[in-house]
């Protein structure tokens, strides 16, 4: 993170801003929305400018710019095209630990203005540092259209009761659940109707009721897919912002676990062949306490929990206990590898079917139906399969598939660290002791595999030419 994200308080401060043109004019627009002093200092300056920096209490100054200018000044920002005054407005300020922001010149700034969507009081910044405005601007543009402007009226409401929620609740978890469960519920719905009074009366029901219900433990059993975070569905990332407690594995990548709630707990239980951060048993038993203890519990498997993620063990153990739970499924590592990679599962000229197959048994075995896996129309996918390549390929020859079959290795799929690997039955064990490849793979092996140099990329460009 290049910036830290901050909401500064200007109501009735000083700034100053340089410069008296139409770029000046924008941000002097927002200074006065958020309640701030405008000094302006230029030598020309537009009508309206002049205008409201007057109404706002400031003042403006024809002239050069000078030092004593920003004195008692709480933000400078300087909006002229003339780069050695800019670099000297930014010296001087940061000098001063005044913060400073220079237009298109992310390298003077001390501080950036995002893009924003104004729902007041409800307010979201977009930024991109200073390298992008332009797509920060296309990304607010996407928000704004997704969030009514009824949220601003739906965040004045809930702080015109906030006061009366911290005393009914004594503590920060029984506050959130209260506002959660309000929030997403019909009282929300009522503000979007416009109907806040009705909304305004639904609370102060559910704040003079006699006694508030103790929260209930609830379990989420939510996929994150091979790697990608896009691939999250919407379910998903609603659930993973509600969990109290978040128990992850180590398939689950680092982007996808830092979109879930910032307060959340969060546990790693981690799996490797013969390097258990946690046995099995002990995660299932683990979930069922912090559940019964009140707790919103997002177990968050990568892949789909219900495709060699003994998510089907833990909801047996949830269930057995009476505990409440909702599996989220996700694109299992097959699906998302192979089409990052460029290769169909199934083709008409190639495969009619497709087969999952774990590399490893329970016991650490690769004891497989072989004879089950000779099809040549029939695409084998062998999740885990890593440390037991050598003996796959050599069984399946053994048992009658033609040592010239195609297969690939995927490694890290659908991520930015994705590694292809393409070879035969014959020679891929080699072909992977050459790279130095490491856990998450997967393997494909069937004739779709041909397709790959045709499918993995489609550039335009090439092909007209």
């Not at 407005?89 to 922001?101: F, G, H, Y």
């Not at 959130?176 to 019909?186: A, K, N, S, V, Y």
């Not at 503000?191 to 009721?209: I, S």
């Not at 590592?333 to 990052?340: D, E, F």
Request: with cysteine; glycine share 8%.
């Amino acid at each position: 993170m290049d910036y830290l994200p901050l909401f500064y308080q200007l109501q009735g401060k000083h700034c100053l801003l340089i410069g008296g043109g139409a770029i000046a004019l924008r941000k002097a627009g927002l200074l006065s929305k958020a309640g701030g002093l405008i000094h302006v200092v230029t030598h020309q300056i537009e009508p309206e400018l002049d205008q409201l920096a007057r109404q706002s209490g400031g003042s403006v100054r024809l002239g050069d710019y000078q030092l004593s200018d920003l004195e008692g000044k709480t933000l400078v920002i300087a909006a002229t095209d003339d780069a050695q005054l800019n670099s000297q407005v930014s010296a001087d300020a940061q000098r001063l630990t005044i913060p400073v922001n220079v237009v298109d010149n992310p390298a003077l700034c001390s501080v950036i203005l995002p893009a924003i969507i104004d729902r007041s009081p409800l307010v979201i910044a977009v930024s991109s540092g200073g390298q992008s405005p332009v797509l920060a601007r296309l990304l607010r543009s996407k928000i704004e259209s997704t969030i009514p402007s009824a949220y601003g009226r739906l965040a004045a409401l809930v702080g015109k009761f906030r006061r009366r929620v911290q005393e009914k609740f004594t503590t920060v978890d029984a506050r959130r659940d209260f506002w959660e469960e309000t929030l997403q519920g019909p009282l929300a719905e009522m503000v979007f109707a416009g109907k806040d009074h009705v909304a305004e009366e639904m609370l102060e029901t559910a704040l003079d009721a006699e006694q508030i219900p103790a929260p209930a433990g609830e379990v989420y059993l939510v996929g994150a897919g091979p790697g990608d975070p896009d691939l999250l569905t919407f379910k998903a990332l609603r659930l993973m912002q509600k969990a109290d407690v978040v128990l992850y594995d180590r398939l689950v990548a680092a982007e996808i676990v830092d979109l879930t709630r910032k307060d959340a707990e969060k546990i790693y239980v981690g799996k490797a062949r013969a390097d258990h951060a946690l046995p099995q048993q002990d995660i299932n038993q683990l979930i069922i306490t912090l559940a019964k203890q009140g707790k919103k519990v997002l177990r968050l498997k990568g892949g789909d929990p219900f495709i060699f993620g003994r998510g089907g063990e833990e909801i047996q153990e949830l269930a057995t206990h009476r505990i409440p739970f909702q599996v989220v499924p996700d694109i299992t590592a097959a699906s998302g590898c192979a089409a990052y990679a460029g290769i169909p599962l199934t083709h008409r000229d190639y495969a009619q079917s497709v087969r999952f197959i774990t590399g490893h048994l329970k016991d650490g075995s690769i004891k497989l139906p072989w004879d089950e896996l000779l099809h040549r129309e029939q695409t084998l996918v062998f999740y885990m399969g890593l440390v037991g390549l050598p003996v796959i390929c050599q069984q399946l020859i053994e048992h009658g598939r033609d040592p010239q079959t195609p297969i690939a290795l995927i490694e890290k799929g659908t991520t930015r660290e994705q590694q292809v690997i393409i070879g035969d039955l014959g020679n891929m064990p080699k072909k992977v002791q050459a790279h130095q490849v490491t856990a998450p793979t997967l393997l494909i092996v069937g004739d779709v595999v041909k397709l790959q140099s045709q499918l993995h990329w489609f550039d335009p460009a090439k092909e007209s030419g």
